[in-house]
């Protein structure tokens, strides 16, 4: 069914959902899984400094997310591979799904008002829009 399955983690409580469920999925379907986190630069840096002053801060989030996703990943005996990478999360999260040839990604649903949906849309919306694989939300 599916043989590459790729989770995105942001550290969120909608991300955790989905880092459980692919876990799940991942134990019954007897294959590794993947996760990756988007490093998001904010704003323009001025100087290399401040470049890997935000590096430094968003790893530090990032390895906490990271050893717990490991730690739930051998509590279910599934192989977890974590990697993070800088940009935009959508762009980001798309770019890598193509490159690593993923047929699937999990992602959390993350609840806003509809208005702020309306407006500016989700992370998880555009993915399912541009993920070049089946996406599953899980809320």
Request: proline share 3%.
């Amino acid at each position: 069914m599916f043989d590459r399955i790729l989770v995105a983690n942001d550290g969120s409580p909608g991300a955790e959902k989905a880092l459980l469920a692919a876990l799940e999925l991942a134990k019954c379907l007897g294959v590794g899984l993947s996760m990756v986190s988007v490093e998001e630069m904010q704003r323009f840096p001025a100087t290399i400094d401040e470049v890997e002053e935000e590096q430094a801060a968003a790893a530090s989030v990032f390895d906490k997310v990271h050893a717990k996703a490991k730690a739930d990943a051998e509590a279910k005996g599934v192989a977890l591979i974590t990697h993070i990478v800088a940009g935009h999360p959508v762009s980001a999260i798309a770019d890598f799904v193509q490159k690593g040839g993923y047929d699937l990604l999990v992602v959390g649903f993350m609840g806003h008002s509809r208005l702020y949906n309306r407006l500016i849309g989700s992370t998880t919306d555009r993915l399912v829009e541009i993920a070049p694989c089946k996406v599953m939300v899980v809320k």
